[in-house]
């Protein structure tokens, strides 16, 4: 089975690194940065789930929001 790149849209790096300089941000935007800033730097899942104590579902959970949505996917939702 052949891995499939993840690759973040344009200019989603720079704002995902404006959110974790943020001293207000939200600690669950803060975790789905860091997860999808992870894979975009080629970590795989598991290695992404052990350094940040989140479960592979939750990965695989932003990171399919980011494919579907960009950056907006990783906002809660009302």
Same mark, same amino acid.
């Given at each position: 089975?052949?891995?499939?790149?993840? /690759?973040?849209?344009? +200019?989603? !790096?720079?704002?995902?690194m404006? =959110?974790?300089?943020?001293?207000?941000?939200?600690?669950?935007?803060? @975790?789905?940065?860091?997860i @999808?800033?992870?894979?975009?730097? #080629?970590?795989?899942?598991?290695? %992404?789930?052990?350094?940040? +104590? @989140?479960?592979?579902?939750? %990965? &695989? /959970? =932003?990171?399919?929001? &980011? @494919?579907?949505?960009? %950056?907006? #996917?990783? %906002? !809660? /939702?009302?």
């Amino acid at each position: 089975m052949q891995k499939t790149e993840f /690759k973040l849209r344009p +200019n989603d !790096d720079a704002q995902l690194m404006t =959110w974790l300089r943020s001293t207000t941000l939200a600690q669950g935007h803060a @975790v789905r940065a860091r997860i @999808v800033l992870a894979l975009a730097d #080629g970590q795989s899942p598991t290695d %992404i789930g052990q350094s940040l +104590n @989140v479960s592979r579902k939750m %990965i &695989y /959970k =932003w990171r399919d929001r &980011y @494919v579907e949505e960009g %950056i907006e #996917g990783l %906002i !809660d /939702k009302p």
